[in-house]
């Protein structure tokens, strides 16, 4: 393969001739060995598309500051720009090979940024790939920057974007589906369940109801926690004091992100808590893990009630998308809820390894930050799909079984609850007791026990009017 050589404060490199990182990039490449025996292998850890695009455009943002200021010159902050341009139009893919495991601090992929568009801006002003004249990765692409708060800024805008792009679309999808089985199926009676046992009734619409309200609680809390990523710790520098930036960068940095990217990202006041500390990633992991417990919520009890189709409840009549079975003909499996219930799952453990790192906030500097973006991206990648999948091949197609659902209502003994204020509670728990050992209607029951007479019953045992409180 040929290369070219490229130097950094340890020596000289080469790299390979045809992409546009330098000598850092190529260190940490051949140093981080990890997740896999070759570049293919290991790029399931790079970092995510978005990540790096959200990288590029503060780094544009920080060369037009630095322009404004004076402290950059206009044609190298305009070259820089272009190349962030193309990088965040994915026109440098391959360009970002580094993996997760590497520094904690990130210094390895803030180098990867800064020579990639150093040397794509080179390229472009001179027609030479790389190198570090006249644009510098460090004296102009990373001016008034450091790793330690360039990083951590980074990982507020990507998982900002990954909640406004993904997240947030995605819940409004599933919960707009699922409302609108609520309104179809709101006088849709049924039997309500508690321990897994029959309970008083519902309606299928309330049971909808209640899982598209569980994800609009998980779309409020998503939307707190976006809103807790947009003030950036840009401007910190190595510990938080602001060494070496000019203090106004930071703000014009912020504006220009602000505008190119459609979030109302701000200055963090205190930058040694952006820097030392990442409770509001934390809270994007928590908040999305939230919206993966209301998934698996929705998606078991989906499952269950499409349980059978004979010998389950039976109640739910689900898409049929593939066979569901190898040995056995006609079997048709829950394959979305059981898709999005992994997902749940992961996402779940991707929110502990989150909170593990979250907790490595040694003095002024967080040594775990690749981690923590790196779950809380996935998560937000992976649940987004799921929902989204779980919606379009289920939600849509998902039919009541009504004869079943009468078959169940009719059954139930719970409808006794209704005479609780007729004939007290011990004596509608006997009427129960004996329907249930004797194979009795519950009329057949209070009636042959002398508590009530079947006209009486019939007028008070309605399941319609057992949906609401008492008028």
Not at 226 to 240: D, H, K, R, S, Y
Not at 244 to 258: D, E, F, I, R, V
Not at 290 to 295: D, E, M, P, S, Y
Not at 399 to 405: A, C, G, R
Request: glycine share 8%; charged share 20%.
């Amino acid at each position: 393969m040929p290369t070219r050589a490229e130097s950094d404060s340890m020596g000289v490199v080469q790299v390979p001739a045809d992409c546009y990182w330098a000598a850092q990039t190529q260190r940490s490449k051949e140093n981080f060995l990890i997740g896999g025996a070759t570049d293919a292998e290991r790029a399931r850890f790079n970092f995510s598309p978005m990540f790096i695009a959200g990288y590029a455009a503060l780094k544009q943002a920080c060369a037009h500051a630095n322009a404004d200021l004076k402290l950059l010159e206009a044609k190298l902050a305009k070259a820089i720009s272009q190349a962030a341009d193309e990088v965040q139009a994915n026109k440098l893919a391959g360009n970002f090979p580094l993996v997760v495991w590497q520094t904690g601090s990130g210094t390895q992929t803030n180098m990867n940024l800064n020579e990639v568009l150093a040397g794509r801006a080179n390229e472009i002003l001179t027609g030479t790939r790389g190198g570090k004249s006249p644009v510098h990765p460090n004296d102009h692409v990373n001016r008034g920057q450091s790793s330690n708060d360039t990083f951590p800024t980074a990982m507020h805008i990507g998982a900002a974007l990954a909640l406004q792009q993904q997240m947030l679309p995605a819940l409004k999808i599933a919960r707009k589906a699922l409302e609108q089985k609520a309104n179809k199926w709101q006088k849709l009676l049924k039997i309500g369940r508690t321990h897994l046992q029959d309970a008083t009734p519902i309606t299928l619409g309330q049971e909808f109801g209640a899982f598209a309200a569980q994800l609009d609680y998980a779309e409020a809390e998503v939307q707190k926690a976006l809103a807790a990523l947009l003030p950036l710790p840009l401007g910190g520098t190595a510990v938080g004091t602001g060494l070496n930036t000019h203090a106004k960068m930071p703000g014009l940095a912020a504006k220009y992100l602000a505008k190119r990217l459609g979030l109302k990202f701000t200055v963090m006041e205190n930058k040694f808590f952006g820097l030392s500390a990442h409770e509001p990633l934390l809270n994007a992991s928590a908040a999305v893990r939230t919206a993966a417990v209301a998934a698996m919520k929705i998606a078991n009890d989906v499952r269950l009630l499409g349980s059978g189709p004979r010998c389950g409840l039976n109640e739910l009549n689900l898409p049929a998308n593939e066979p569901g079975s190898s040995i056995m003909p006609g079997k048709v499996n829950p394959t979305q809820c059981e898709a999005l219930s992994m997902v749940c799952c992961q996402v779940i453990g991707n929110d502990a390894a989150v909170t593990a790192g979250a907790l490595q906030g040694h003095l002024q500097l967080n040594v775990f930050k690749p981690l923590i973006i790196h779950n809380v991206l996935q998560s937000v990648q992976l649940l987004s799909d799921a929902l989204i999948s779980f919606t379009e091949n289920c939600v849509v197609g998902l039919e009541p079984n009504t004869p079943q659902l009468e078959r169940h209502l009719a059954n139930s003994l719970m409808l006794v609850t209704a005479l609780n204020p007729v004939i007290g509670y011990d004596k509608a728990a006997q009427v129960a007791k004996k329907a249930l050992k004797e194979n009795l209607t519950l009329e057949e029951a209070a009636v042959k026990l002398g508590f009530i007479e079947s006209k009486t019953f019939r007028a008070k045992v309605r399941p319609e009017a057992m949906l609401h409180p008492d008028k």
